[in-house]
């Protein structure tokens, strides 16, 4: 016969036996979920994305992270949707996948990155701030720098975006992303020109310091000394006056025709024959008009001496810019088509043309070219 205490210890015996199981479970969870959304900061202001999973769940939470220095510039990072920045790459060596790291966006977040030298455009995934040894705009890994075909130093445009879920699920698989369309030339002219001496700069609207965002402020031009002209300008002659139309000739007065005269009847009872009427004097005939002479023709009119060299900075399609370029360098608008040229000018010889050539590109108007004619 068992015991009370035998009876215990025998409902008691399968507990006892999950007792380690549960608290190494507890222990396991308990580690999992003190790791969870705490990304780590390192002494630089390193921020490092959650870890990689091919889940939806993978790209949550999003971080964002406290300002912090690069050399002598500071970074403060915020959740910008609409953020289109150029600037120049550099590698990050020991990156995986097709990732990049940034200063500024959170982790992790999705860009296009475009080559302005190529147009080619890929996706990444941000997930590291960077780089921490210097102030390019963004730090790719090996492979994503290879899909782009560009290598350290590369003018790019760093766009966010928002890609389909199965283009995400490839990057946080550690696999390349289909490549995006190709940036047209004529949009990459315009890019490079954006580009900043280092760091990074913005394209949007309200930061852009562009002439159609923001009001351009005359500043004062330095100017050349131009050597007064030498050549010489013969002056038109002068019109001669039209001469006087001929009066037409009086007309001839034309006499009246002579009527014969009736000769006197003999007197009744007369035998002689009546003289023979005398025969009339043939009609005088009045002489032909003199023609007047045809006016000499009228001379063609001078032609206005023009110069042979103008200066044009730019043309515009919009004629209150071009204007506003007008009086800013003196000089005038004139309409080509549907465009607006702004010209100085004209001068009589290219030393003038390339003396006002230099004010002009002085003033920012790079392009300015020297043309001849109108």
């Known amino acids: 016969m068992r015991s009370p205490d035998e009876f215990r210890f025998a409902r008691l015996a399968p507990r006892i036996a999950r007792a380690p199981l549960t608290l190494s479970l507890g222990l396991a969870l308990a580690a999992c979920g003190g790791g969870a959304g705490q990304p780590g900061l390192s002494s630089a202001g390193d921020v490092t994305a959650p870890a990689r999973s091919n889940g939806p769940i993978a790209d949550f939470p999003v971080v964002v992270g406290a300002p912090y220095t690069v050399g002598n510039t500071e970074y403060e990072p915020a959740d910008v949707l609409n953020y289109d920045h150029v ?24 860009v296009e990155v475009t080559a302005l030298d190529t147009g080619r455009t890929i996706l990444v995934r941000v ?19 290879a899909q782009l075909g560009a290598s350290s130093e590369t003018p790019v445009r760093v766009r966010r975006a928002v890609p389909p879920e199965d283009q995400r699920f490839l990057l946080r698989a550690g696999q390349a992303a289909p490549l995006r369309m190709d940036t047209p030339p004529s949009l990459l002219t315009v ?7 280092d760091g990074g700069a913005s394209l949007r609207a309200e930061n852009a310091a562009s002439p159609a ?40 007065p034309v006499p009246a025709p002579r009527v014969a005269d ?9 035998s ?6 005398a025969p009339a004097p043939a009609a005088t005939t009045a002489p032909a008009a003199t023609p007047a002479p045809a006016p000499a023709p009228a001379p063609a ?32 608008v004139t309409q080509a088509g549907r465009f607006y040229r702004v010209r100085t000018g004209p001068f009589a010889t290219r030393g003038e043309a390339e003396a006002s050539l ?9 392009d300015a070219r020297i043309f001849t004619g109108d």
């Open 358 to 366: 230099a004010n002009v590109q002085r003033a920012g108007y790079s």
């Open 213 to 252: 965002a923001t009001p351009r402020v005359p500043q004062p031009i330095p100017t050349v000394e131009i050597a007064p002209s030498t050549a010489q300008q013969t002056p038109a002659p002068a019109p001669a006056p039209a001469p006087a139309p001929a009066p037409a000739p009086a007309p001839m």
């Open 87 to 110: 600037g120049y790459a550099t590698i990050d060596a020991g990156a995986m996948g097709y990732t990049g790291a940034h200063h500024t966006l959170p982790l992790p977040s999705y």
């Open 191 to 197: 890019l490079r020109r954006r580009l900043p001496e």
């Open 262 to 270: 009736v000769p006197a009847l003999p007197p009744l009872g007369s």
């Open 272 to 277: 002689s024959p009546a003289p023979a009427p």
């Open 127 to 145: 997930e590291r701030r960077g780089p921490m040894t210097s102030n390019h705009l963004v730090a790719l890994s090996p492979a994503a720098m």
């Open 301 to 332: 009119p001078a032609t206005a001496v023009t110069g042979g060299f103008v200066v044009q900075a730019a043309a515009f399609a919009d004629r209150s810019r071009a204007d506003r370029v007008a009086r800013d360098i003196g000089g005038q």
